[in-house]
T-cell receptor, first 115, second 114 residues
């Protein structure tokens, strides 16, 4: 079974700081990787996803993530955060090619941006 | 995402009551899911359905049941609600193309069991 670890539970940054949120997964086969964002009081929205090809994936709102297969990692980055990026961020993985379409989520990282 | 709707959005109930949460989608997806979200635990899968005739238990199905009335509708029931079922419940849909499967979430239902 796959699992996802997000080691940063709460990150506090000032506006314009650079962001990197960690995500590590455990699964031996080919995986699909996702980052979702949940703004306060709202539902989960897809930020970006990786299926294959270029390991550097660009998403909405200036976010990007890099898939490093050797490290089983899919870290989320943004060069300059804004107050509006305050939200909870979830990394998730599934492996549909191997018949495991169920999405496994990490426990989330709460990001607080200080104006 | 307005394509996935959940009703009610908020519900307060008492221990022992039967509760039904409803989910509807206009995305035309075959696959639907129910999750619960608890602080510090992320999202955990309760039940999922890959088509109208297919229902599967997720990792935390005890105390819950589901009904897939149509491709567009997937309901979650708590037969006898208990306080530790207080949580935020999300419905999701996805469309598996043989290689990739991306889930899209509804707005959530906040359930409080007293």
């Amino acid at each position: 079974a796959q699992s996802v670890s997000q080691h940063n539970h709460h990150v506090i940054l000032s506006e314009a700081a650079s962001l990197e949120l960690g995500c590590n997964y455990s699964y031996g086969g080919t995986v699909n990787l996702f980052w979702y964002v949940q703004y306060p009081g709202q539902h989960l929205q897809l930020l970006l996803k990786y299926f294959s090809g270029d390991p550097l994936v660009k998403g909405i709102k200036g976010f990007e993530a890099e898939f490093i297969k050797s490290k089983f990692s899919f870290n989320l980055r943004k060069p300059s955060v804004q107050w509006s990026d305050t939200a909870e961020y979830f990394c998730a993985v599934n492996a549909p090619f191997f018949g495991n379409e169920k999405l496994t989520f990490g426990t989330g990282t709460r990001l607080t941006i200080i104006p | 995402d307005a394509d996935v709707t959940q009703t009610p959005r908020n519900r307060i109930t008492k221990t022992g009551k039967r509760i039904m949460l409803e989910c509807s989608q206009t995305k035309g997806h075959d696959r639907m899911y129910w999750y619960r979200q608890d602080p510090g635990l992320g999202l955990r899968l309760i039940y999922y359905s890959f088509d109208v005739k297919d229902i599967n238990k997720g990792e935390i199905s005890d105390g819950y049941s589901v009904s897939r009335q149509a491709q567009a509708k997937f309901s979650l029931s708590l037969e006898s609600a208990i306080p530790n079922q207080t949580a935020l419940y999300f419905c999701a849909t996805s469309d598996f193309d043989g290689i990739t499967d991306t889930q899209y979430f509804g707005p959530g239902t906040r359930l409080t069991v007293l």
